[in-house]
Nanobody, 125 residues
Framework: QVQLVESGGGLVQAGGSLRLSCAASGRTFSTDGMAWFRQAPGKEREFVAATNWSAGRTYSGKVADSVKGRFTISRVSDNTLSLQMKSLNPEDTAVYYC????????????????WGQGTQVTVSS
């Protein structure tokens, strides 16, 4: 089993920044693909960004077009994934989830084996 714990969410004004973290523990060697998804009320879970542990800390990963240029995914330590978010707008308001899977990362939520409990991000206008 792999446990994922997100942190760093909160309330921020439009134009502001937040940094989310995802701490992984347990059998992390069994996973490689890591990703962030988000889900706003009444909407489906949406891909935000993804990377692979094996790609190393300098790999920039892949991000959704809706957040490209504003969000950055990175591996900050052996077991910690981060999502740096800048120029936030109210449309970014959602619960943000960290996810892990065996093999390469994917942009769809269905292949992911492990999920964190989520952290709320609220952007006020």
């Amino acid at each position: 089993q792999v446990q994922l714990v997100e942190s760093g969410g909160g309330l921020v004004q439009a134009g502001g920044s937040l940094r989310l973290s995802c701490a992984a523990s347990g059998r992390t060697f069994s996973t490689d693909g890591m990703a962030w998804f988000r889900q706003a009320p009444g909407k489906e879970r949406e891909f935000v960004a993804a990377t692979n542990w094996s790609a190393g800390r300098t790999y920039s990963g892949k991000v959704a077009d809706s957040v490209k240029g504003r969000f950055t995914i990175s591996r900050v330590s052996d077991n910690t994934l981060s999502l740096q978010m800048k120029s936030l707008n109210p449309e970014d308001t959602a619960v943000y989830y960290c996810a892990a899977k065996k093999g390469v990362a994917a942009a769809s939520p269905s292949p992911y084996d492990y999920w964190g409990q989520g952290t709320q991000v609220t952007v006020s206008s």
